[in-house]
């Protein structure tokens, strides 16, 4: 039985980041062999997974990034219980790893993700790395590739908490309208809107939001006639508050986000649309 002196143990360490208690007991079952006892706390770190599923895990960093064409997208988000645990050094570089690779490659899945391979490791195996660095529940929540024709723009806030990549339809913007594209991410980030125009409400929301406006209405003693209008009112402002061309610009209260876009195609000379978006927020 090999010898496991503290010089052995700190080695572990500094290459794991384990607990020192988890780093002596690898070397011990492993008979002081480094590279078992690396595989040995990996191993631990997965099967410990399983007893921490239960936990809030509502903390975490989003990692974000585009192609340089901005052509792909990608965002990774992998949580935490505590803030203290995603803003640790190898949490971080592990979620800026796993979004590299991502992006520089054909997966499109958590699952996918999980099978690239890093040097001569593979994600998965980082994955269980940082698991048994903490014990906490640490989770890939999602794993999103997006691919346009057009163009993608990306914005990210609060501590990589919150993430936006919003597409438009046209490729290649000039410097002025690639600014006017991120703002526009910006306006997602804050504004949280539910649908890009008033045309992707489905009906049923519609008609659900007009019913309790009239029933509120009424309520109050409102004749009929008057609850309608009421209504229609009401659903006006529910389009302005939820669809993401009819909101304020937070920029510049004196525009609504579709005159930014009539300025984008104008920049560009041709008409632009917004294609889609996806807003990310951990904790949401």
Same mark, same amino acid.
């Given at each position: 039985m090999a010898?496991i002196?503290?010089?052995?143990?700190?080695e572990?360490r500094?290459?794991?980041?384990?607990g020192?208690?988890?780093?002596k007991?690898a070397?011990t079952?492993?008979?002081g062999? #480094?590279?078992?006892a690396?595989d040995?706390l990996?191993?631990?770190?997965a099967?410990s997974a399983?007893?921490?599923a239960?936990?809030?895990?509502?903390e975490?960093a989003?990692?974000? #990034?585009?192609s340089?064409d901005h052509?792909?997208?990608?965002l990774?988000?992998?949580?935490?219980?505590?803030d203290?645990v995603s803003?640790?050094?190898g949490?971080?570089s592990?979620?800026? !790893?796993?979004?590299?690779?991502?992006?520089?490659s054909?997966?499109d899945?958590i699952?996918?993700?999980?099978?690239?391979?890093v040097?001569n490791d593979?994600?998965?195996?980082?994955f269980?790395e940082l698991?048994?660095?903490f014990?906490?529940?640490?989770e890939?929540?999602l794993?999103?590739?997006?691919?346009?024709d057009g163009y993608l723009s990306?914005y990210?806030?609060?501590?990589n908490?919150?993430s936006?990549?919003?597409?438009?339809?046209?490729?290649?913007?000039?410097?002025?309208?690639?600014?006017l594209?991120?703002?526009? +991410?910006m306006?997602?980030?804050a #504004?949280?809107?539910?649908y890009?125009?008033?045309d992707d409400?489905d009906?049923?929301v519609v008609?659900?939001e $007009?019913?309790?406006?009239?029933e509120?209405? $009424?309520?109050?003693g409102?004749?009929a006639?008057?609850?309608?209008?009421i +209504?229609?009112?009401?659903l !006006?402002?529910?389009?302005?508050d939820n669809?993401?061309l !009819?909101q304020s610009?937070?920029?510049d209260s004196?525009?609504?986000?579709?005159?930014?876009? +009539?300025e984008?195609s104008?920049?560009m000379g041709?008409?632009?649309?917004?294609?889609?978006?996806?807003r990310?927020?951990?904790? !949401?």
């Open positions: 010898q002196t503290p010089k052995m143990v700190k572990l500094d290459k794991t980041g384990a020192m208690g988890d780093c007991k070397l079952e492993t008979d062999d #480094m590279t078992a690396i040995y990996r191993k631990k770190g099967a399983s007893k921490r239960d936990r809030d895990a509502n975490g989003i990692g974000t #990034m585009t340089d052509k792909t997208g990608v990774v988000a992998v949580t935490s219980e505590t203290f803003r640790n050094e949490f971080q592990f979620v800026k !790893e796993a979004t590299t690779t991502f992006l520089n054909d997966a899945s699952e996918t993700l999980l099978a690239l391979k040097g593979n994600v998965q195996d980082l269980n698991l048994a660095k014990s906490e529940r640490i890939i929540k794993a999103d590739k997006i691919r346009t990306a990210v806030h609060a501590g908490k919150l936006v990549m919003v597409e438009i339809s046209a490729p290649e913007p000039n410097e002025t309208a690639a600014s594209v991120r703002d526009i +991410a306006q997602i980030a #504004m949280n809107p539910l890009i125009s008033r409400v009906k049923e008609d659900k $007009v019913e309790i406006y009239k509120m209405a $009424v309520k109050e409102k004749p006639d008057i609850a309608e209008r +209504a229609t009112g009401k !006006e402002k529910f389009f302005q669809c993401l !009819e610009f937070v920029k004196s525009k609504v986000v579709k005159d930014v876009v +009539a984008i104008k920049e041709q008409d632009v649309s917004i294609k889609s978006f996806r990310i927020y951990l904790g !949401e």
